[in-house]
């Protein structure tokens, strides 16, 4: 089983959409999540970042993290075009642990 | 505003060639990583390095060395290139300082290597 599991996709929603992006994780060691969104041919940039389980709201985004089951799941509200990007989960077991990425969700909103 | 930069956004070269790519960051970060990213496969971590001189082996070190003489550069080193390490090449850095949003990393625009 792969430690970070993240459906690639690709995902294609109309405008104004409510978006969810999800990842799977098989290491309870995990403490630290968070979601980078990379547009075509350029860097990843950290989108939102979250601390256990719980709740994270950034304008139209929320991140969402259940130790639990755990699962990680990105919200888009009111999707613009300019959201279309591939989404790529992280996370990590702690201070001065290296990140681990899922594949990433090429996700495309259309006008 | 932090920034990483590469030294090339494109690059094409022969099998059996060396390459060196470069990355910089301008924010005095401690922590910088090279990672390739591949359609299917993600990003995968090649070497980080957490201090000058130092280095540590990621997920994928095989066929690849790195440098890191300064503080804000991080140098990577294909020995002898293969078609095989044809990918898109991203740069990393980051603060370690007990703080998660200290931590994360900011990324550069990524190199994309061609191997003939």
């Given at each position: 089983?792969?430690?970070?599991?993240?459906?690639?996709?690709?995902?294609?929603?109309?405008?104004?959409?409510?978006?969810?992006?999800?990842?799977?994780?098989?290491?309870?060691a995990f403490q630290y999540f968070?979601?980078?969104?990379?547009?075509?041919?350029?860097?990843?940039e950290l989108l939102m970042y979250t601390y256990s389980s719980g709740n994270k709201e950034d304008g139209r985004f929320t991140a969402q993290v259940d130790k639990s089951s755990k699962y990680i799941s990105l919200f888009i509200r009111d999707s613009q075009p300019s959201d279309s990007a591939t989404y790529l989960c992280a996370m990590s077991?702690?201070?001065?642990?290296?990140?681990?990425?899922?594949?990433?969700?090429?996700?495309?909103?259309?006008? | 505003d932090v920034k990483v930069t590469q030294s090339s956004r494109y690059l094409v070269k022969r099998t059996g060639e060396k390459v060196f790519?470069?990355?910089?960051?301008?924010?005095?970060?401690?922590?910088?990583?090279?990672?390739?990213?591949?359609?299917?496969?993600?990003?995968?971590?090649?070497?980080?390095?957490y201090d000058v001189k130092m280095k540590e082996k990621g997920d994928i070190p095989e066929g690849y060395s790195v440098s890191r003489e300064k503080k804000e550069r991080f140098s990577l080193?294909?020995?002898?290139?293969?078609?095989?390490?044809?990918?898109?090449?991203?740069?990393?850095?980051?603060?370690?300082?007990?703080q998660v949003w200290r931590e994360t990393q900011y990324f550069g625009p990524g190199t994309r290597l061609l191997v003939l």
């Open positions: 089983q792969k430690e970070v599991e993240q459906d690639p996709g690709p995902l294609s929603v109309p405008e104004g959409a409510i978006v969810s992006l999800n990842c799977t994780y098989s290491n309870s968070m979601w980078y969104r990379q547009y075509s041919r350029k860097g990843p077991r702690g201070s001065n642990y290296k990140l681990t990425f899922g594949k990433g969700t090429l996700l495309t909103v259309n006008p | 790519l470069e990355c910089v960051q301008d924010m005095d970060h401690e922590n910088m990583f090279w990672y390739r990213q591949d359609p299917g496969l993600g990003l995968r971590l090649i070497y980080f390095s080193i294909l020995e002898s290139a293969s078609t095989n390490q044809t990918s898109m090449y991203l740069c990393a850095s980051s603060f370690t300082s007990g």
